[in-house]
């Protein structure tokens, strides 16, 4: 072989590249002649020298790629130990070398080693810091090993320079979705759609953040639009079904399983709900229909029968549930979800030590076990005490730190016994996994609001405003907390009307729309939206207070009375201070006649 120049060589090599598998072997045999198909296990062996001692430099860049072509051969033939072997000789010989450092990092992650490829991936982006295609790498491999907010970090690096890369901003899309990122997302995915308007996925996942954030006419039209593209898309039909059921919509939802069902017949989720439905509607015989055609073409013990088991359980016809489940479970062991849910008949059934023995068989792998672990805890506590019950919980976090729905639980369990420090340990312990969880950060920011922290409480509130500008609770919370303290009026009233747009049907929220009218000396105002508040959630007593007070407000002391009194009855948690109210209205009322 003639000598070569390393600059040469690289240049050579970047151009192999570009071809097939078999140019490239046979490229390899023209550079390395001593190589051949069959080759004997030199793993342990060392290429002898190409050239003498005075070019040692040279020497080692042929001697990387000499081991390289060996790589080459093997990983064709799917030898891939083997192929590993030759790549980390050839690193060894040239360990700075940005293409032998992404070879590592792709073959370890096609094998699955995603620690180690995570390294090899990370030394090539330090090598390379302006590569594309070893950012996008690297950022694949942070979200096969967990560590989404790098991911989403290498994504928008790429972005930063890319900004149509529409696969890139898709894959970015994903995670923050999966994260609960939902303005995040919403914002790479409007820059799809400009991009391009018929891209169906992102119409698709427009609707399921809208759909999750119960902006459920932004949902409809999304969903819609993603099925004027493509009228038979399975989960756009399924999700759009779920939204007219939120939504108390209740024939078109069955309208759209029925098609759904005419498409995907086999899809048993579609067809519980249905059955449902026309349960609920009343409809008799077509709910006869769907049961006749389960049981058609099933037998007892067949998976296909859960559907019965979940429909009498629903209809609360406990022991022909357990019968259908119990038999489906005999049969398949590893059926959580049948499992689950005779478990939950039996707990129903109040067969605490049947529930908790199916409870306790779903395993760690199962979707079932966050869910099951908390149903433990549940009847533990009752029968218990919350000792044993926290320690499942604790114990369940320790298995599955990424599921955040065990540490709000678990924090609720503290709460309960009014521990309240433990509770916001664990809260915070939950962060430390996922600081974006909205869910987290509002629990968080209540605690600190009952411990009468009211600077933390307004800080994990705006945190979630940061992340998701439009969490109607958080805006409320903060209106909220300005109104009884009497500070930032106007900046209250704005953060509320916002979160009255997004929930107008929220009886809580009107009432803080009401509450900020009073703190202003607005009076008819806030009896006005006081009295929205109470048709919207007549039973809250903080609601029939804040009633009260505005009427007292207007001396109309009779009415003041009467919304006093019902807070009253409804178990306000500050007795005296509210018999101390009726007191002064009775005084007054007695005094005016």
């Keep these: 072989m003639y000598p070569v120049i390393k600059s040469y060589f690289l240049r050579l090599l970047s151009e192999?590249?570009?071809?097939?598998?078999?140019?490239?072997?046979?490229?390899?045999?023209?550079?390395?002649?001593?190589?051949?198909?069959?080759?004997?296990?030199?793993?342990?062996?060392?290429?002898?020298?190409?050239?003498?001692?005075?070019?040692?430099?040279?020497?080692?860049?042929?001697?990387?790629?000499?081991?390289?072509?060996?790589?080459?051969?093997?990983?064709?033939?799917?030898k891939y130990e083997d192929a590993e072997k030759f790549l980390l000789k050839a690193l060894e010989n040239d360990p700075d070398s940005v293409f032998l450092n992404h070879r590592m990092a792709l073959l370890l992650k096609k094998l699955k080693h995603y620690s180690r490829a995570l390294i090899y991936s990370s030394r090539s982006a330090e090598l390379d810091p302006d590569s594309f295609e070893i950012r996008i790498l690297l950022a694949d491999i942070y979200t096969l090993t967990g560590d989404n907010e790098r991911a989403v970090e290498q994504y928008n690096r790429v972005l930063e320079f890319d900004p149509d890369n529409q696969r890139i901003r898709l894959l970015l899309s994903t995670i923050l979705i999966r994260n609960s990122r939902y303005h995040e997302a919403l914002f790479n995915l409007e820059k799809l759609l400009n991009?391009?308007?018929?891209?169906?996925?992102?119409?698709?996942?427009?609707?399921?953040?809208?759909?999750?954030?119960?902006?459920?006419?932004?949902?409809?039209?999304?969903?819609?639009?993603?099925?004027?593209?493509?009228?038979?898309?399975?989960?756009?039909?399924?999700?759009?079904?779920?939204?007219?059921?939120?939504?108390?919509?209740?024939?078109?939802?069955?309208?759209?399983?029925?098609?759904?069902?005419?498409?995907?017949?086999?899809?048993?989720?579609?067809?519980?709900?249905?059955?449902?439905?026309?349960?609920?509607?009343?409809?008799?015989?077509?709910?006869?229909?769907?049961?006749?055609?389960?049981?058609?073409?099933?037998?007892?013990?067949?998976?296909?029968?859960?559907?019965?088991?979940?429909?009498?359980?629903?209809?609360?016809?406990?022991?022909?549930?357990?019968?259908?489940?119990?038999?489906?479970?005999?049969?398949?062991?590893?059926?959580?979800?049948?499992?689950?849910?005779?478990?939950?008949?039996?707990?129903?059934?109040?067969?605490?030590?049947?529930?908790?023995?199916?409870?306790?068989?779903?395993?760690?792998?199962?979707?079932?076990?966050?869910?099951?672990?908390?149903?433990?805890?549940?009847?533990?506590?009752?029968?218990?005490?919350?000792?044993?019950a926290i320690s499942i919980l604790k114990e369940a976090v320790s298995k599955k730190k990424e599921d955040h729905r065990l540490f709000l639980i678990l924090a609720s369990f503290y709460e309960r016994n009014k521990e309240y420090e433990k509770a916001i340990e664990t809260l915070e312990q939950g962060l430390n996994t996922n600081d974006s969880n909205v869910n987290l950060l509002f629990q968080l920011g209540v605690l600190f609001d009952k411990t009468g922290d009211k600077d933390s409480c307004i800080k994990k509130m705006r945190r979630i405003l940061e992340i998701e500008p439009d969490h109607a609770e958080a805006l409320n919370y903060i209106g909220y907390t300005y109104a009884e303290q009497g500070i930032r009026l106007d900046e209250a009233m704005d953060l509320i009307k916002k979160a009255a747009r997004l929930k107008p049907e929220s009886g809580y929220i009107m009432d803080s729309l009401g509450w900020?009218?009073?703190?202003?000396?607005?009076?008819?105002?806030?009896?006005?939206?006081?009295?929205?508040?109470?048709?919207?959630?007549?039973?809250?007593?903080?609601?029939?207070?804040?009633?009260?007070?505005?009427?007292?407000?207007?001396?109309?002391?009779?009415?003041?009375?009467?919304?006093?009194?019902?807070?009253?009855?409804?178990?306000?948690?500050d007795e005296e201070s509210l018999k101390n109210k009726i007191l002064e209205a009775e005084r007054l009322l007695n005094k005016t006649e």
Excluded at 224 to 253: C, H, K, M, W
């Design 516 to 573: 900020v009218y009073f703190r202003k000396g607005l009076f008819d105002k806030a009896v006005t939206h006081l009295e929205k508040a109470n048709e919207l959630t007549p039973d809250d007593p903080t609601i029939n207070e804040h009633l009260g007070e505005a009427y007292f407000a207007k001396k109309d002391y009779e009415k003041s009375l009467e919304y006093y009194k019902k807070a009253l009855s409804l178990k306000h948690p």
């Design 16 to 78: 192999l590249m570009a071809f097939s598998t078999i140019r490239l072997l046979i490229m390899s045999f023209i550079l390395f002649p001593a190589c051949a198909l069959n080759m004997p296990d030199l793993s342990h062996e060392k290429p002898a020298p190409l050239i003498g001692e005075e070019e040692r430099e040279k020497d080692n860049i042929q001697q990387a790629y000499a081991w390289f072509s060996m790589y080459s051969l093997a990983e064709s033939q799917a």
């Design 195 to 388: 991009k391009d308007p018929e891209l169906l996925i992102a119409h698709y996942y427009r609707g399921r953040i809208y759909l999750e954030l119960a902006r459920y006419g932004e949902a409809e039209k999304s969903f819609r639009e993603a099925l004027r593209i493509n009228q038979t898309l399975e989960p756009a039909l399924f999700d759009l079904g779920t939204l007219y059921q939120v939504t108390s919509r209740y024939n078109d939802a069955a309208g759209i399983y029925e098609k759904l069902l005419d498409l995907y017949p086999d899809n048993s989720a579609a067809r519980e709900r249905l059955l449902n439905l026309y349960i609920r509607l009343d409809l008799k015989n077509k709910a006869e229909e769907q049961i006749e055609k389960i049981k058609s073409y099933s037998r007892p013990g067949e998976p296909e029968r859960q559907a019965l088991g979940l429909l009498y359980l629903r209809q609360g016809r406990l022991d022909e549930s357990i019968e259908e489940l119990n038999l489906i479970v005999s049969a398949w062991p590893n059926d959580y979800k049948s499992r689950y849910y005779l478990a939950t008949a039996y707990r129903e059934k109040e067969d605490f030590e049947n529930a908790l023995d199916h409870f306790k068989h779903i395993e760690l792998k199962s979707e079932y076990f966050v869910n099951a672990q908390i149903q433990i805890a549940d009847i533990l506590e009752a029968r218990d005490g919350s000792e044993e």
